[in-house]
T-cell receptor
Framework: AAGVIQSPRHLIKEKRETATLKCYPI?????VYWYQQGPGQDPQFLIS???????DKGSIPDRFSAQQFSDYHSELNMSSLELGDSALYFC???????????????FGAGTRLSVL | DQQVKQNSPSLSVQEGRISILNCDYT??????FLWYKKYPAEGPTFLIS?????DKNEDGRFTVFLNKSAKHLSLHIVPSQPGDSAVYFC????????????FGKGTKLTVNP
């Protein structure tokens, strides 16, 4: 079965540069979540989208922005990179079923961003 | 403020024995709980979940127990296999809203042959 695809898998940037992370959800999934996992930390929620609209926002710096496109893929744009942005960035997708039904989030393999 | 807590950073068990991983939570609004397994250099893989209206859910070798009054859940793996060695994350989501996941810090399980 098709899984969540994230690209690139690894990214090395210098301080103050910009980075774009991409996420392709499982086919027919309409909801995307972004999480950041620092070294030795638990994944922290950044932002989510449902049907191309932002549905929630967590501890995401103003330097970061994201969007979901018409084909449901999502991009996380990071500007003015700082050393502390070095982390694993995971994307997860699910399909919203409504009616109180709970949704399982399926994760991609992640993008490891290193800021030097 | 850590709303989901996994107090054991690591656990080591013998192959064939039971592995019990514990998780505590503080937010009463959480109504759905999930366990994910994570290997190095891979994303979290969904294992099993439980809704707050249940107290037990089973799937093969994996069983999750939920004690709402104690705000505690546990994952039982029986029998444990060396391939189960990984980091296990407990996660929770709250009713309503985006259902974003709040994770614990994970427990590294090592199953020794």
């Amino acid at each position: 079965a098709a899984g969540v695809i994230q690209s690139p898998r690894h990214l090395i940037k210098e301080k103050r540069e910009t980075a774009t992370l991409k996420c392709y959800p499982i086919p027919r999934h309409d909801t995307v979540y972004w999480y950041q996992q620092g070294p030795g930390q638990d994944p922290q929620f950044l932002i989510s989208f449902y049907e191309k609209m932002q549905s929630d926002k967590g501890s995401i710096p103003d330097r970061f922005s994201a969007q979901q496109f018409s084909d449901y893929h999502s991009e996380l744009n990071m500007s003015s990179l700082e050393l502390g942005d070095s982390a694993l960035y995971f994307c997860a997708s699910t399909t919203y079923r409504g009616g109180g039904a709970k949704n399982i989030q399926y994760f991609g393999a992640g993008t490891r961003l290193s800021v030097l | 403020d850590q709303q989901v807590k996994q107090n054991s950073p690591s656990l080591s068990v013998q192959e064939g024995r039971i592995s019990i991983l514990n998780c505590d939570y503080t937010n009463s609004m959480f109504d759905y709980f999930l366990w994910y397994k994570k290997y190095p250099a891979e994303g979290p893989t969904f294992l099993i979940s439980i809704s707050s209206i249940k107290d037990k859910n089973e799937d093969g070798r994996f069983t999750v127990f939920l004690n709402k009054s104690a705000k505690h859940l546990s994952l039982h793996i029986v029998p444990s296999q060396p391939g189960d060695s990984a980091v296990y994350f407990c996660a929770a989501s709250a009713q309503g809203g985006s259902e974003k996941l709040v994770f614990g810090k994970g427990t590294k399980l090592t199953v020794n042959p």
